[in-house]
């Protein structure tokens, strides 16, 4: 028989393909526009309204406003100190949607991609790289990952 795959990958699988256009784009400009990134929340909220309703998503909705909170105060300290950026308020913009489509995925894709960035960092020598191709990836893995019931 079947499977049926949660709502929330396949909220997630709509959410990949404007993900993968805001990858290109940081990979080319290393920013992320503004009005995709509106694109990408109203998708994102769309979705958890669809999978989860509005107590779902009013829940949903506080996660991801306290995680990206933590992630703009980390990065301004980040900044105090080192006199230079880290990660950059286009990666946490992205984050944001993902974050309302469902949490421990965003945060476990939003890991991953960390680490993939750190490693690809060492490989090519580079002190600054895109996040976002790397979170894009990440996504998708944690899509398969959850289709194939891991």
Known sequence: MAQVLPAWVLAGIIMA???????????????LPNSL?????????????????IEGFVGRLFVAVASCAVL??????????RHASGLGMGDIKALFPLLLVQPAAALAAFAFALLLLAAAGVVLRQRALPLLPFLAVAWLAVLVGAAMGL
Do not use: S
């Open 37 to 53: 990134a509106a694109a990408l929340t109203l998708i994102g909220a769309a979705m958890a309204l669809w999978c989860y309703g």
């Open 72 to 81: 703009v105060g980390l990065e301004l300290v980040w900044r105090y100190v």
């Open 17 to 31: 393909l404007p993900l993968g256009i805001a990858a290109v784009i940081d990979a080319r400009e290393r920013r």
